[in-house]
Every structure is written in C-alpha cells, then in structure tokens.
Nanobody, 116 residues
C-alpha cells in the first residue's frame, strides 16, 4: 500500500536550516509529483512546494521563495524540502502528499518549530 513518511523536523532557532524528508513506498515513486504542505496552529493547510518527476520544483508563496527548495532522489524513493533562513512564522506541521489514481495520500507530518 502507498505509504509516505516524513522526517527531519525539530526545534531550530530563527535563521537556521532544516531538511525535511518524505520517504515513499508502495508505488512507483518516480512517476509522480510530490507536494509539500504545512499547517500552522489555527490556520488552514497551505501548499508549500511541488516537486516534479524531473526533479524541478516550484515554491508557491513569496514568503518562502528563495528560502525553501524542493528536490527528490528517485533512486531512494525520497523527496526533500530544504528550508533555510527559517522564521518563527514557518512553525507548522509539514506534510508531503502524492496523488495517485485520483487518490491523495498523505504522510503523518513532521513538526517544525522555529524559536529562540
């Protein structure tokens, strides 16, 4: 069955960096785009980035452009979200998702907390 497992979250100081991972199994990973979302307390889930099958990525919000980069390693069935220059407003649970055969699959999320 399709499984997505995020990791790499944690507590980081403002200005710091984290790299999140999304390990996939149960399907042909290289055939599908992967998206990252985040959800902050009391807010709706928002789209962060989409990583195309080719490995190129699009980061959607101006507040994240230039700081966040998506990538993937198809040999490892893993997608990544590199986050630099982190700010307190980046605090959220980060999720990866894949849509396969019209069904969206989500991981359990990984908590990112940016605080001094």
């Amino acid at each position: 069955q399709v499984q997505l497992v995020e990791s790499g979250g944690g507590l980081v100081q403002p200005g710091g960096s984290l790299r999140l991972s999304c390990a996939a199994s149960g399907f042909t990973f290289s055939n599908y785009p992967v998206s990252w979302y985040r959800q902050a307390p009391g807010k709706e889930r928002e789209l962060v980035a989409t990583i195309r099958t080719s490995g190129g990525s699009t980061v959607y919000e101006d507040s994240m452009k230039g700081r966040f980069t998506g990538s993937r390693d198809n040999a490892k069935n893993t997608a990544y979200l590199q986050m630099n220059s982190l700010k307190s407003e980046d605090t959220a649970v980060y999720y990866c998702t894949v849509t396969r055969q019209k069904t969206a699959y989500w991981g359990q999320g990984t908590q990112v907390t940016v605080s001094s």
